[in-house]
């Protein structure tokens, strides 16, 4: 059964009163449906989608700020619900955060359309059921009643919805975000991150920095070796040694067991080189990527990694000055520290029901928002086991916990309520 949107949908109820005469969603698995219908795949825009949720904002009297990237194809979108007697306090509050793009559909079996919502049983599936649109469209649901709470000078803390473009392919749009709201001198108290975590609470994640390495040899005929420089031998002496070094920060002793993997890692994820067996390779490529735990910083790994690649080159060059190995830096995302979150995390603990504590080994946007001065925890509908896979999904449940959760945290920044 798909879902279908009509434009007579309407509800009674205070919260969507004001949305109610226009055509859009009133429902979160209908918000969903409308946003998994938009094909935001990090590779195409997002203005579609961005554009929509501009109109729908727009209509509940909100000015809606865009930050776009170089292109101008894709545009994060932040808006804010003031607070306050004469609902003009901007400052402060609380950020409601959730990325845009999905990752691609090439080449996964699915059993439906993936840009077409459907329900089975008690799932919706769809890319981006559960990364992340289904925290996007619970946030939307709530968003007319938290506009009514502010025109009746009810709000007592602001509400920021923050929505980017190309996290899945390096967080690249949140940075946008943040240097807006901080040149409009805005200072959020807290953010979170809707990432699907079956709505328990994330409170630390690990970096993320992603390395491209290329060895450049020298060719020669096989059987004259000495008068080539072998790129794939220098390049496997170069891995060897990540390998050992990954080893070597697994047995740390101050590694951290509250994570999900305790330790820092190491990892080589793709390497090519040659042309033919008789030829002695002139160029090798391989990438890693290094996944810190919060206290642990790049440098500690990337230096002793460096300090190989110059004793490597200098041993290539003795045969060959042309020869060499670069190392580039691809992706870099920041830990999520839980360090100055302890207020928002007994916040959380209190509307959840669940005190437990979770740390996770993948990245988010939430690390830039830390590394920005603003508290972040992550809290969303779903699991992360369907992330990224065909068929993606979110049970129905889900959704309506986040429901319930957000109408709870709106509760918690309302006067008399």
Not at 89 to 107: Q, Y
Not at 285 to 300: A, K, S
């Amino acid at each position: 059964m798909t879902i279908t949107i009509s434009n007579n949908d309407t509800n009674n109820s205070n919260e969507n009163m004001l949305a109610s005469d226009s055509h859009y969603p009133t429902q979160s698995i209908d918000w969903l449906t409308r946003l998994i219908g938009f094909d935001t795949v990090s590779r195409h825009s997002n203005l579609a989608l961005i554009e929509d949720v501009q109109g729908y904002c727009e209509q509940l009297g909100l000015s809606v700020d865009l930050t776009f990237n170089e292109t101008k194809n894709k545009a994060n979108l932040f808006v804010t619900v003031p607070a306050g007697k004469n609902s003009d306090a901007v400052n402060g509050g609380l950020v409601l955060s959730g990325h845009t793009d999905v990752v691609p559909v090439d080449g996964q079996d699915w059993s439906s359309e993936p840009f077409s919502a459907i329900i089975r049983g008690d799932k919706l599936y769809g890319r981006g059921a559960c990364d992340m649109k289904g925290f996007i469209a619970c946030t939307l649901t709530m968003l007319p009643k938290a506009v009514q709470l502010s025109k009746a000078g009810k709000l007592n803390r602001p509400l920021h919805l923050a929505f980017s473009f190309d996290e899945e392919v390096g967080c690249l749009g949140a940075p946008l975000i943040l240097a807006d709201i901080k040149a409009r001198g805005i200072t959020p108290d807290y953010c979170i991150v809707g990432e699907p975590t079956n709505m328990t609470m994330v409170v630390a994640h690990k970096g993320i920095a992603v390395y491209r390495c290329r060895v450049h040899g020298k060719s020669a005929h096989s059987s004259l070796t000495k008068q080539g420089v072998n790129a794939i031998s220098y390049a496997s002496r170069l891995v060897g040694y990540v390998d050992n070094l990954a080893e070597e920060i697994s047995q740390r002793e101050d590694n951290d067991d509250l994570f999900d993997v305790p330790y820092s890692t190491l990892s080589v994820g793709t390497i090519q080189g040659g042309t033919a067996t008789n030829i002695v390779p002139n160029l090798c490529e391989f990438t890693f990527d290094y996944r810190n735990l919060p206290h642990m910083n790049q440098e500690e790994v990337i230096t002793p990694i460096k300090a190989k690649i110059t004793d490597l080159t200098k041993q290539m060059q003795k045969r060959a000055p042309e020869t060499g190995i670069e190392l580039i830096q691809e992706e870099s995302v920041p830990a999520m520290t839980d360090s100055d979150s302890a207020e928002l995390q007994q916040l959380i603990a209190a509307l959840t029901g669940d005190s437990k504590r979770h740390k996770v080994a993948y990245a988010t946007e939430g690390g830039q928002f830390t590394n920005s001065g603003i508290p972040t925890i992550i809290c969303g509908p779903g699991s992360i086991e369907q992330a990224h896979k065909a068929d993606e999904f979110v049970a129905l449940s889900e959704i309506a916990r986040c429901d319930g959760f957000l109408r709870k945290l709106l509760d918690s920044c309302t006067v008399g309520e």
